[in-house]
């Protein structure tokens, strides 16, 4: 008898386990979690987080298309100044005693205008304040009415709406909790929280009244919960998702990447039957910057400056540093995935063109050792070295500099390095974005131009997309100030990053999108 009732415990605990595994949908969060307040989704980890929990007027689609949330449908006016969002009336905030009797209520347009005024609430001092910056005024009209009216047409401005930032929160119980709102989230997104052990683990719970269905009228999300660790480094995150303990990691990590990929980067035999691998172009261009306001002569030289993009075999660096993950950067600085983007506008690998160009700066100049410096953090010293060792076989001196990345990042703002590693990851996915970084006005500590670039017919043409509603050629636009960045050659694009995601084979819906956002909403596991 004892041994029938422990062989009829175990079968059920093997039962509930089975259970909790299917519906459950378990990651690891290495860099930890700052916040769970959306105001304060600055870092990818919390991003990933609050996605679950928060929604705003619209979202975006792995396709980078804009889509109602929130907001049912909306219009904008004529001359492009005023957005008119018109909600559904059947989104709930998550349930909390806090909200009386029903423990939850409706939103409505006031609830995206106390949300939006906390962004510019300089006590709370939200890192997100900045997406308001072209924004005149913002009002409920009505329950189901919120009207934005901006300072001066911005044709990325319904992305900008799509960040995390933007999203709708409840006033009662974001004043009653004031900055533990953190840790006590009340959002209306597919997930509730239910508990968070800091540095330990974090749960979400299925939110039962998520106003969102499948193609099939089914109801969202599809999971019972979501699971965060908090394991500190990339290996332990590796070996729990090895083991089957964790159903998913991103990106490709030093500490693994041999041991998963190919050198040409494809799964290894070893977990082909037991891991899926997907991978996509993210919006993150990574690149050297040269520093154009000083008196450097190799700098100031548009010969040495192009002779190094000439010098040196991307698509041999990518299979080399990163078994073939990542997209060599032959065209300019707008990314592969992004409206502008043309894989032809930069430079591919010309030995023989870069040694002359060398030749022609010694003879203009007198200069016969030519000579730069750059400047990294160690996480990237094995690609400068790379492009060191080629660039020495063209004739041109190059010296590593390995700082801090603390350090590095005040030191490229403040104008202090001839030759810097930056990287430049979409804000909101629009050309404009990146293109930005070029414009004369946005002269870096005041902005994102690092590289003090100034050309009056760039600065034009980028005050002209402004203007531009017409998509298609806004993006034309877009593809020729990009081609005149590349003409000039401030800048050295090395290469365009890649979302690349392991999921066990059980995971079923797991998207990849170029902004490397994380949906679990249309997720479940088999």
């Known amino acids: 008898m004892l041994l029938l009732l422990a062989q009829l415990c175990m079968s059920c605990h093997d039962k509930s386990s089975k259970i909790a595994n299917t519906t459950v949908f378990r990651y690891n969060e290495h860099k930890n979690i700052g916040s769970l307040d959306p105001a304060f989704s600055k870092d990818i980890a919390d991003i990933w987080a609050t996605n679950q929990l928060f929604n705003g007027l619209v979202q975006m689609d792995d396709a980078l298309n804009v889509q109602p949330c929130i907001a049912k449908r909306w219009e904008i006016s004529a001359d492009a100044l005023t957005y008119s969002f018109f909600l559904r009336d059947d989104v709930y905030f998550h349930n909390d005693i806090l909200f009386g009797k029903d423990s939850t209520r409706t939103v409505n347009a006031t609830d995206f205008e106390y949300s939006l005024n906390r962004l510019l609430d300089k006590q709370i001092a939200s890192p997100g304040s900045w997406v308001l910056s072209k924004v005149e005024r913002f009002k409920a009209e009505n329950d189901s009415l919120f009207t934005i009216k901006l300072k001066q047409p911005f044709p990325a401005f319904l992305g900008l709406l799509t960040m995390k930032y933007c999203s709708v929160v409840p006033k009662e119980i974001v004043e009653h909790y004031g900055s533990g709102f953190r840790s006590h ?236 590693r930056a990287s430049w990851v979409a804000d909101y996915p629009d050309a404009e974005n990146y293109l930005s970084l070029y414009y004369s006005k946005n002269f870096a500590p005041n902005g994102p131009n690092y590289s003090h670039f100034k050309d009056v017919q760039f600065d034009k043409w980028y005050e002209e997309t402004f203007t531009i509603t017409d998509t298609k050629k806004r993006e034309q636009l877009y593809a020729k100030m990009d081609s005149l960045i590349m003409k000039k050659a401030p800048v050295v694009v090395m290469f365009y990053d890649e979302v690349v995601r392991f999921t066990r084979k059980n995971v079923v819906g797991l998207g990849i999108n170029p902004i490397n956002l994380l949906e679990l909403k249309k997720v479940y596991k088999k």
Do not use: H
């Not at 160009?357 to 050792?369: M, P, S, V």
């Not at 996480?379 to 076989?393: G, V």
């Open 185 to 420: 989230p009340i959002g209306t997104g597919p997930f509730k929280f239910k508990r968070w052990e800091e540095n330990i683990k974090l749960v979400f719970r299925k939110n039962t009244r998520y106003f969102e269905t499948d193609a099939n009228g089914k109801n969202l999300p599809y999971l019972e919960a979501v699971s965060i660790t908090f394991l500190p480094d990339k290996q332990s995150e590796f070996l729990q998702f090895a083991q089957g303990n964790i159903d998913f990691v991103s990106g490709l990590d030093a500490s693994y990447k041999d041991e998963i990929l190919t050198a040409n980067g494809q799964l290894r035999d070893l977990y082909k039957n037991d891991v899926n691998m997907i991978r996509g172009p993210y919006l993150n261009t990574e690149y050297l910057g040269f520093y154009m306001d000083t008196d450097i002569p190799e700098i100031q030289s548009e010969l040495i400056r192009k002779a190094v993009n000439y010098g040196f075999d991307r698509k041999k660096m990518m299979i080399y540093l990163r078994n073939g993950v990542g997209i060599p950067a032959n065209g300019g600085f707008i990314p592969k995935g992004l409206p502008g983007y043309n894989e032809t506008t930069g430079f591919d690998f010309q030995p023989e063109k870069a040694k002359q160009l060398i030749a022609q700066f010694k003879k203009e100049t007198g200069l016969n050792n030519p000579k730069i410096t750059i400047t990294t953090i160690g996480n990237y010293l094995s690609f400068c070295e790379y492009i060191q060792r080629e660039l020495q076989k063209i004739g041109l001196t190059v010296d590593i500099d390995v700082i801090p990345a603390a350090t590095l990042k005040d030191a490229k703002a403040n104008g202090k390095l001839a030759v810097f």
